[in-house]
């Protein structure tokens, strides 16, 4: 359609259609845009905010590479990831095929298990302090019935990060429910073809179930990364707005909450947050990458070499 | 923060499929059983702490613990409650909520309108951009935006908290989206006909249409601003402006070791959250029903 072509009304419906998105352009240009530009130069100097900015080329990226916090927020932060994704997957899948049974009550199970992940903040953070008190937490209670005397959680620096993947855990049904609904879209008539062909419960699962969950599993994977670089509220009532003993709760985030909002560093957070954002953002893009090897959309069951969904696949 | 909402979206298109009789078999019964405790593993977090907020505070430390308490001591709410000014961060929360919720509101239907009911050049790679910007890191543009902010004054006033919210949110237009494409432009045209304008078809005709998108973003939204810390945290120093998530975490430096009250103070902050879930669950499962959401 060019521009000589267009018929008044077209160009009409062309001028209301750019209002109509515009709160949203002007958003990605005012708080999207521009602030990345804008992290990427602050990144060069030295600033309060108060005082005007100083420009320091790569002095800021020089030292994150010595400081051992920034290393350490990152080691914590990728630990992190390292256990609670993958167990955070498996047991929401796992779940989710226990909540596809059709039997009475079901979907009281399922809203139960959805709680978690809707009801979040502050106060729970607190909750979960209290239950993992060293002395007297419901947790150790409930472990010295088996005659365990349980560990210090959040006291202890070896067994912080463990505390933290098992209050993940605890929001599994929020995956759950993804793959609930991934579950319910695969086609019966492949199961029941699967069963004419003498496949048993468990080829049934590797070889129907589990590959046509795939693309749940990628975008959980996708935002699972993501979100551990955002951990913040929690690690913040944990640990008191500091790192814990000896740092070792210091999430990413919250290290470059200390040096943004309290150290009003933002030169130096800056390039954290890129660094972080970069991170994240790799990761994110080796994960999709490697979608076309592992990731199958609907659309390949019926016909193979689809490029939809931008898969490049020859 | 995107996934609850698509996790919650997800859930309430579930179906229930029917298969013929239900028989309790043993497998069944396994299933019970399993489901079962994993739903108090679940669920008792929330006993535990409703339990201790009735403790008196020598009992709190008793161990073993007590499962529910000699005595309900009721004044542990009173005095949690009124020690620090709890009505005051609940007014500034829903406040806040309020201007929040219409700046979504507006917004996300004004942008996915455009969207949905009009051709113009880049319009599916401008769809493309938007939906790519939620995989952005929020710490990358995090800093000058505080920075804009602060420049311009509004630190320590909600408007750096409820401004943003009336430029749209990418995940609630792509969703308002889906719901314009699903009704049909039978209706757009035939009020056109009648001389009836852009904006009177959208607000006349098919806004009222939308109200099972509007609550699922009401929905959310609300959750969202509700368990928002760090953007109170970063905004506003201000006691009198505080929100319920702020205001709960510096009560935990006054009243460090007394689990009874925090516990109580956390009950009540829960709360609402609890009713709009329990609310969220009977409206949404005929409105998000016919939703598409595809990775």
Redesign the interface.
Known sequence: ?SRQRMSPL?RN??R??????S??????L???L???V??FL?SFTDWD?YNPPKWVGLKNYFNLFTDKLFFQSLKVTLLYSLFSIPLTLAGGLI?AL??N????F??L????????????????A???I??FNA??G?LN?FL?WFGIEGPKWLEDPKWILPTYVLISL?KV???A??F???L?NIPQHLYEAARMDGANRWQIFWKITLPLLT??L???L??GI??S??I??TA??IN?GGGGPDNAGLFY?LY??QK??VSLD?GY??A???I??GI??IL?IVVYRTQSKWVYY?ADVGKKGSDQHGDTRA | MGTPVRDMAAMVRQPARRTGGRKLSLMNLFLYLVLSALSIICLIPFFWMVSTSLKDRASTFQFPPQWIPDHFVWSNYVEALTVVPFDRYALNTFTIEFFVILGQFLSCTLVAYGFARFRFRGREVLFMIMLATQLIPEQVTMIPTFILFSKLGWVDTFLPLTVPAYFGNPFYIFLMRQYFQSIPFDLDEAAKIDGAGAFRILFQILVPLLKPALTIIFVFTFTEVYNDFMGPLIYLSDPDKYTLAIGLSNFVSSFQAEWNYLMAASTVVLFPLLVIYYFAQKHLVGGIANLGIKG
């Open positions: 359609m077209a419906e062309e209301l259609g750019y209002l109509f998105i709160p949203w352009i002007l958003g990605l005012i708080f999207t521009f602030p990345l804008a992290t602050i905010i779940l226990l909540l049974a059709n039997i009475r079901i979907h199970f399922r809203t139960i298990f959805y709680i978690p992940s809707v009801i979040t903040g502050v106060a729970v607190m909750l979960w209290w239950i002395h007297y419901l209670y010295s605890w049904g929020g995956n429910v993804l609930l609904g991934g319910q693309p749940t990628f975008f959980l996708l935002m993501i979100d670089f955002k913040f509220t913040y009532m008191d985030m470059l909450y943004a909002f933002m957070a800056s954290m947050a890129w972080g954002g994240s953002l994110a609907e």
